[in-house]
């Protein structure tokens, strides 16, 4: 072993580290070598120096930075998860603007402000033409708080009369002439009409006919299958050659006692006078007069409904007709005790009782369900395709 | 007795790592006020400025604090301790070289101001002037460190200074015993190459 080799050993040696043979034979040469034994004092040296170094002891605010640090840092952990917590919020933006959608739907298509109505019926009710149309009219409203009456089991939601222009524009809808309501549309139109009538259905208008509240809305100059399916939902009754009405509606037994009391007022008396024109047209709809089976005829009777409406205008805030409801994004309507979904169009019904097995089973099978089943004790519906009536649990 | 006093202190860091694991912060505040200054010192000496170690050093519980759950017990507390702070210390000294700073003082700088600092500090009076001499050698043998490649000026500290063994060593730097009595072999020899030059050796 040289001097060389002895001196790589060094180090190994200083810190005790060596191999007991190797430390044996680097000893061997020290004490035979004085250069290397003076290296190896060198280096000792050198450790020694640096030894001596004095210690860095870490400032008092040490521990507190580091607590600092640590706050900081779970801070911006905490910081962090909204980031995660932002993607749920995508579903709940997402109903929201579903529900922004369809409320307005629901504005556009029942809150549509009755003073556009108005105001265009009080300038076209000053046409003489329309004054024996506008007795019609009020004898068919007249008829409708009968019906509304008899509807809500002889308690009437509201003291006056349920006459108004709202009745007045569910007679109209109850026409069911396309013809009919396109001519309403341009009448209402060049009556100075602010906001001309749309081809949205007002579904609800000719199907609700219950006691809770809701605006009044202008007819609709056309019709849809959707809206045939409500006139005939509501059991009115049409026009030979069209969809046959529902034969259980309990409306069309009641038109003929309102026929007759109607004979006893009046104003309605001039009415008869004026059944041989075509303004018959539109109460037929409602009830079981017969109307306009002849379609150009039903234009006229709608221009008259809109002179109508403006006499009645002052109770137009009584009409009570039932509103629809959207849950789970479905469009409901209350009739006849019964909440309908859109798009009933007479289909076969599965019954089911609440408290059933099967309604647990189908509950358990559509989450959406349950808020359904709170419009009401009865409730018609659709599930997988199939239409179901709930009914209220077997007594 | 003094590895009697090592064995009795490892346990108790281990129960701190448990403790600090079940969610006891002042068992980790135990850890810290344990080793704060070992941690401090070394990473003082490996980098040569207090402020950058502070930032170190602080950061090394931080994130010994984040990743304690994951501290497997299998080497000391210490040792992983000095495993994260030469990461950090090391990172930090790549950002500043990559930053172009340099506070390295030059060679020739050091030995016009300070030839034979060490005699003249162990020979002066015991005055202000031996205090400014005794200043002097330590800034000396800092630049001297501070001129080592860090692999060996890691391996010198953490030999030299604060007498870790070879496999604790070797340990915090993730590399063979051998490699590590290599690099401080080369250190030593490094070192006392510049000391004498400097006649502080």
């Known amino acids: 072993m040289n001097c060389a080799d002895v001196r790589d050993e060094f180090s190994a040696l200083l810190d005790g580290e060596l191999e007991p043979e190797t430390r044996e034979r680097v000893e061997r040469h020290l004490a035979e070598c004085t250069e290397c034994l003076r290296e190896l004092g060198k280096l000792k040296e050198l450790d020694e120096l640096y030894r001596t170094l004095p210690r860095e002891s870490a400032p008092e605010d040490l521990e507190s930075r580091i607590h600092a640090a640590l706050r900081l840092d779970s801070n911006i952990v905490r910081l962090r998860r909204p980031r995660f917590e932002r993607r749920s919020l995508w579903p709940m933006l997402a109903a929201a603007a579903v529900l922004v959608i369809v409320m307005g739907a629901v504005v556009y298509q029942f809150g549509r402000p009755s003073r556009f109505e108005m105001a265009s019926l009080k300038e076209t009710s000053e046409q003489p033409a329309a004054e024996a149309e506008a007795a019609i009219r009020m004898r068919v409203t007249e008829d409708m708080e009968d019906k509304h009456s008899e509807a809500l089991g002889g308690v009437r939601s509201s003291p006056e009369p349920l006459v108004s222009a709202e009745a007045q524009t569910l007679s109209e809808e109850s026409i069911g002439k396309d013809e009919a309501l396109a001519k309403a549309g341009e009448l209402a139109q060049q009556s100075g009409l602010d906001k001309p009538v749309t081809g949205k259905l007002p579904e609800r208008q000719l199907s609700d006919q219950s006691a809770t509240a809701r605006q009044p809305e202008p007819p609709a100059p056309s019709a849809s299958p959707m809206r045939k399916d409500f006139d005939r939902m509501a059991g009115l009754k049409e026009a030979p050659g069209r969809v046959p009405p529902a034969p259980e509606s309990p409306q069309a037994a009641a038109m003929p006692r309102d026929e007759g009391r109607a004979q006893l007022d009046g104003r309605r008396r001039e009415a008869p006078a004026s059944q041989g024109t075509p303004a018959q047209a539109a109460p037929p709809v409602l009830g079981a007069i017969p109307h306009a089976a002849a379609k150009p005829k039903a234009a006229p009777p709608v221009e008259a409904e809109e002179r109508v409406s403006s006499s009645t205008g002052s109770l137009e805030r009584d009409l009570q007709v039932a509103p629809g409801k959207v849950v789970a994004g479905r469009q409901f309507q209350f009739r006849e005790g019964t909440w309908y979904e859109s798009g009933y169009t007479d289909e076969p019904l599965t019954g089911i009782r609440r408290g059933s097995e099967e309604l647990r089973q189908l509950i358990a099978n559509h989450d959406d369900l349950p808020g359904i089943l709170e419009l009401g004790e009865r409730v018609v519906c659709r599930l997988d395709g199939e239409w179901y009536r709930i009914e209220p649990a077997a007594e | ?201």
């Open chain 2, 1 to 201: 007795m003094v590895e009697v006093f090592e064995t009795a202190r490892t346990h108790s860091d281990a129960r701190l790592v448990e403790q600090c694991r079940n969610g006891d912060d002042s068992a980790f505040d135990e850890l810290v006020r344990r080793y704060k200054d070992r941690v401090f010192n070394v990473v003082c000496r490996f980098l040569g400025n207090r402020e950058d170690a502070l930032d170190v050093v602080q950061e090394v519980f931080v994130r010994a604090y984040r990743s304690i759950g994951g501290f497997q017990g299998r080497s000391k507390v210490y040792t992983w301790l000095y495993s994260i702070a030469a990461n950090l210390a090391r990172n930090r000294l790549r950002d500043q070289s990559r930053k172009g700073r340099d506070c390295a003082v030059s060679l020739e700088g050091l030995e016009a101001e300070a030839p034979g600092i060490a005699q003249r500090a162990a020979t002066a009076d015991p005055t202000p002037r031996k205090a400014l001499e005794r200043k002097e050698l330590e800034e000396a043998l800092q630049q001297c460190l501070s001129e080592l490649q860090d692999h060996y000026r890691l391996a010198f500290v953490l030999r030299t200074i604060e007498d870790l063994s070879y496999d604790e060593i070797a340990e915090v730097m993730g590399c063979p015993t051998g490699t590590v009595k290599s690099r401080l072999n080369h250190a030593r020899r490094m070192l006392r190459e510049r000391l004498g030059q400097l006649e502080v050796l």
